[in-house]
Protein backbone atom coordinates (compact mmCIF):
# COMPACT_ATOMS: atom_id res chain seq x y z
CA UNK A 1 0.00 0.00 0.00
CA UNK A 2 2.67 2.37 0.83
CA UNK A 3 4.58 1.78 -2.01
CA UNK A 4 1.20 2.93 -4.75
CA UNK A 5 0.92 5.46 -6.42
CA UNK A 6 -1.14 6.51 -3.46
CA UNK A 7 1.70 5.64 -0.71
CA UNK A 8 2.41 9.05 0.02
CA UNK A 9 -0.64 9.74 0.97
CA UNK A 10 -1.40 6.74 2.60
CA UNK A 11 1.67 7.57 4.66
CA UNK A 12 0.15 11.18 5.75
CA UNK A 13 -3.73 9.81 6.70
CA UNK A 14 -1.64 6.43 8.72
CA UNK A 15 0.72 9.05 10.64
CA UNK A 16 -2.41 11.59 11.56
CA UNK A 17 -4.31 8.98 12.78
CA UNK A 18 -1.71 6.80 14.60
CA UNK A 19 -0.46 10.12 16.32
CA UNK A 20 -4.36 11.73 16.61
CA UNK A 21 -4.61 13.01 20.43
CA UNK A 22 -8.35 13.74 19.83
CA UNK A 23 -11.18 12.26 21.93
CA UNK A 24 -12.42 10.39 19.07
CA UNK A 25 -9.36 9.18 17.75
CA UNK A 26 -8.30 10.01 13.76
CA UNK A 27 -11.39 12.71 14.07
CA UNK A 28 -8.60 15.48 12.59
CA UNK A 29 -7.72 13.15 10.12
CA UNK A 30 -10.46 13.15 7.72
CA UNK A 31 -9.09 15.48 5.15
CA UNK A 32 -5.69 13.24 4.88
CA UNK A 33 -8.38 10.09 4.21
CA UNK A 34 -10.54 11.76 2.22
CA UNK A 35 -7.40 12.58 0.03
CA UNK A 36 -6.01 8.98 0.04
CA UNK A 37 -9.11 7.35 -0.73
CA UNK A 38 -9.86 9.63 -3.63
CA UNK A 39 -6.55 8.51 -5.14
CA UNK A 40 -7.32 4.84 -4.36
CA UNK A 41 -10.34 5.46 -6.45
CA UNK A 42 -8.18 6.95 -9.09
CA UNK A 43 -5.54 4.50 -9.08
CA UNK A 44 -6.95 1.03 -8.08
CA UNK A 45 -4.70 -2.16 -6.90
CA UNK A 46 -4.58 -4.49 -8.88
CA UNK A 47 -6.74 -7.62 -7.88
CA UNK A 48 -5.40 -9.35 -4.87
CA UNK A 49 -3.14 -12.68 -4.61
CA UNK A 50 -4.46 -15.66 -2.28
CA UNK A 51 -4.55 -14.22 1.38
CA UNK A 52 -3.28 -11.10 1.25
CA UNK A 53 -6.01 -8.48 2.03
CA UNK A 54 -3.83 -5.66 3.24
CA UNK A 55 -5.15 -3.37 0.79
CA UNK A 56 -8.75 -4.19 0.86
CA UNK A 57 -8.36 -3.88 5.16
CA UNK A 58 -6.59 -0.74 5.11
CA UNK A 59 -9.12 0.76 2.43
CA UNK A 60 -12.05 -0.43 4.35
CA UNK A 61 -10.63 1.45 7.71
CA UNK A 62 -10.11 4.40 5.97
CA UNK A 63 -13.91 4.63 4.13
CA UNK A 64 -15.36 3.33 8.27
CA UNK A 65 -13.46 6.63 9.30
CA UNK A 66 -14.55 8.74 7.12
CA UNK A 67 -18.28 7.53 7.29
CA UNK A 68 -18.12 7.90 10.84
CA UNK A 69 -16.91 11.36 10.83
CA UNK A 70 -19.32 11.79 8.44
CA UNK A 71 -22.24 10.94 10.23
CA UNK A 72 -21.19 13.30 13.46
Known sequence: MASGPCGKLFKVAFS???YSMEDVKGSDCVDQFRAMQ???QKYPYP???PGDGLEET???EATAVIE?????
Open 16 to 18: CFR
Open 38 to 40: GCM
Open 47 to 49: EEK
Open 58 to 60: AAS
Open 68 to 72: EEGSS
